[in-house]
């Protein structure tokens, strides 16, 4: 069993057509929705974690394509960047999945993006603003 | 008054330094050397350990002049980039202050602000040499006709800019937890409910202060390291407590000393001076200070040789006693317990979260460390600041 957090962005062409539901029935997905934002006339947002098989997750992000939706996987959409950040550690209170974690020896603060969920909290915990990235809300 | 006897002098410091004798180490790599060689002979050894901490220090700010205007302006308020400076000093000299905030911030009014730009920012962005758009109000006068004045410029375009912070490099801190059901937002960091994060901000064995717990070395004539440039120690801090609780070692349990700290804005990096946005409190500024502790005799060596197991700090609960002015101290830990990514209270696992950077903090002190072997010298404190009784 793998499991893979996407954004899902349905374009306002298909944002009020039922897509997500196929998942579970034709590609045996346990899916759990982590958060959903419609932005009306523009855009439908939506976290997904997905749940199969190698090759069952693979064949719904196909679907997703087939269907005109873009997913993006949350592994790529948070950044930190290193020239701005200080290392404070103020980031590592608020991130539940250790994706944002101190190295004992140097006392540096790294980031694993495979382990990230894009929730967005160390967006605000950063006092330096050297985090960045898309969660679930649209780019400014 | 605490007394102690120098049994290295300055002079004799100082003449090693200049003739590239002296042996200089950082705070991290002084307990080494006092456990394998003792207090005796570290002293006998070591001349000079330098310290460093990086971290957000509200209290700090910076005198601006701006030069005067043609025709003449007697500001009587000012912005920089939208953010007020104090000007009520004379015609065109003004105090921009780290937790000023910008003008129109919706602060607080959605719950936790994100206090994007302040002060703070408008200290980072002039010593990027960044453009800064500088407006000046007065009522006119027969000497100073202008009343109005507006201009973008750099801190090249100032003909001062000092900085100059009331209350820096805390002697030790509190750790922060949150025992409600709320999460919340403080300048301790963001503290989940539940005891679920601790929070903490020291440099520990780096810190300046908690090297020198009496301040026999550290006074006003003190050259530090400020913000990347040579500065000073003015004064003591405000707040400057130092009879707070100390322990067998003489080394203070909780926030004691302060220092204030001045220097030239102009040579600073904002590699070590940085703006600080902290959610739901507001804006500030993050410091990088380094202090040169002389050891004039044994027990500055046996004070500069204790390590983050040697030191305590208490364990403040945010959510209910902090805001309401308790006194109370859940708990004392060590900062190696701290740094070590968790602590244990009753039969709880908090994890804990640094919000000072020990990898500045170590950055500033072997910087430090790198100016003494090229000579820079160990001020001459001019005063003794308040201190406890050793």
Redesign the interface.
Same mark, same amino acid.
């Given at each position: 069993m793998e499991s893979l957090n996407v954004l899902l962005i349905f374009r306002k062409e298909i944002m009020y057509k039922p897509i997500i539901y196929r998942i579970a029935r034709d590609f045996n997905i346990e899916f759990n929705v982590l958060e959903a934002k419609i932005f009306p006339k523009q855009e439908g947002r939506i976290i997904l974690e997905l749940k199969g098989t190698k090759a069952e997750i693979q064949d719904t992000l196909n679907y997703f394509e087939t269907e005109g939706v873009e997913a993006r996987k949350l592994s790529d959409q948070i950044r930190k960047d290193d020239n701005i950040c200080v290392h404070c550690g103020a980031c590592t209170a608020v991130c539940r999945v250790d994706a944002l974690y101190i190295d004992r020896e140097t006392m540096r603060v790294l980031f694993d993006s495979e382990k990230c969920v894009a929730c967005g909290l160390c967006m605000k915990a950063c006092p330096v603003n050297a985090i960045s990235g898309a969660v679930i809300d649209m780019e400014a | 008054m605490s007394n102690f006897e120098i049994k290295k002098s300055y002079e004799e410091i100082n003449s090693k330094i200049k003739s590239g004798k002296a042996v200089v180490v950082t705070a991290a790599e002084m307990p080494e050397i006092v456990k394998k060689s003792g207090v005796k002979e570290a002293f006998k050894k070591v001349d000079v350990v330098t310290t460093g901490t990086? =971290?957000?220090m509200c209290s700090s700010g910076a005198f601006l002049n701006f030069g005067h205007t043609k025709p003449k302006i007697r500001a009587t308020k000012v912005w920089l980039n939208d953010v007020e400076a104090y000007s009520g000093i004379a015609a065109v000299d003004c105090y921009i202050g780290a937790t000023q905030v910008r003008r129109n911030d919706p602060l607080n009014g959605v719950h936790?602000g994100?206090f !994007?730009y302040g002060g703070g920012h408008v200290i980072e962005d002039l010593i990027a040499g960044k453009t800064i758009n500088l407006r000046a109000e007065s009522y006119g006068t027969d000497c100073y006709p202008l009343k109005y004045f507006s201009k973008n410029l750099t801190i090249h375009d100032l003909r001062d800019a000092t900085l100059f912070n009331p209350r820096n490099a805390y002697q030790n801190y509190n750790s922060a937890i949150n025992t409600t059901k709320k999460v919340i937002y403080t300048y301790m960091?963001?503290? !989940?409910p539940e005891m679920a994060?601790a *929070?903490y901000s020291s440099a520990g064995q780096l810190s300046p202060l908690l090297n020198d717990p009496y301040y026999w070395t550290i006074g006003p004539g003190t050259k530090i390291f400020l913000g990347g440039a040579v500065g000073s120690v003015a004064w003591n801090g405000t707040q400057h407590s130092p009879d707070t609780e100390r322990d067998e070692n003489g080394i203070v349990t909780g926030g004691a000393g302060t220092i204030s700290v001045i220097g030239n804005m102009k040579d600073m990096s904002t590699k070590y001076i !940085?703006?600080? @946005?902290? *959610?739901g409190y507001g804006t @500030?500024l993050?410091v990088g200070i380094g202090i040169p502790i002389p050891i004039i005799n044994e027990e500055m060596a046996f004070f500069t040789g204790l390590t983050d197991h040697d030191i305590k700090v208490p364990l403040i609960d945010y959510g209910a006693d902090y805001p309401e002015g308790r006194d109370n101290i859940l708990r004392h830990y060590t900062y190696a317990e701290m740094? @070590? =990514?968790y602590i244990s209270y009753g039969n709880k696992k908090i %994890?804990t @979260?640094?919000?000072?950077?020990? %990898?500045?903090a170590l950055e500033i002190s072997l910087k430090l460390k790198d100016w003494i072997e090229s000579g820079f010298t160990v001020g001459v404190p001019q005063l003794q600041i308040p201190t406890a009784k050793r």
């Open positions: - | 990086f =971290g957000v936790p994100a !994007r960091g963001i503290l !989940r994060n *929070t !940085r703006g600080a @946005s902290i *959610t @500030s993050m740094k @070590s =990514g %994890p @979260s640094p919000l000072s950077s020990y %990898p500045k």
